[in-house]
């Protein structure tokens, strides 16, 4: 069974950066074959699209509000992607997810991770 994890969460405040990572368990995807998008869910908000990396290439979208402050990228010798995320503010809160498809547009309905928890104090 294929299985997504994040790792990289933890408490930083206001204007801190912090790492996530997005590996593979289990029946091992090789992620570089995958669309892979990073999601994330505030406390009592609907999940929300945050960045994604198209399969076998290095295009990324990104959503407006992370513009110019996130970058997602990969690490393919140790099948994770990245996403760096800087200068953090409180309402960037929330549980981050990533999920892994065949395209950017299929990716939402393939593997999800657990998420991991960020949490930004002002």
């Known amino acids: 069974q294929v299985q997504l994890v994040e790792s990289g969460g933890g408490l930083v405040q206001a204007g801190g950066s912090l790492r996530l990572s997005c590996t593979a368990s289990?029946?091992?995807?090789?992620?570089?074959?995958?669309?892979i998008g990073w999601f994330r869910q505030g406390p009592g908000k609907e999940r929300e699209f945050v960045a994604a990396i198209v399969a076998y290439g290095s295009s990324t979208n990104y959503a407006e509000s992370m513009k110019g402050r996130t970058t997602i990228s990969r690490d393919n010798a140790k099948n994770t992607v990245i996403l760096q995320m800087n200068s953090l503010k409180p309402e960037d809160t929330g549980v981050y997810y990533c999920?892994?498809?065949?395209?950017?547009?299929?990716?939402?309905?393939?593997?999800w991770g657990q998420g991991t928890q960020v949490t930004v104090s002002s």
């Open positions: 999920a892994a498809g065949g395209t950017l547009a299929t990716m939402r309905s393939g593997w």
């Open positions: 289990g029946r091992t995807l090789t992620l570089r074959n995958y669309a």
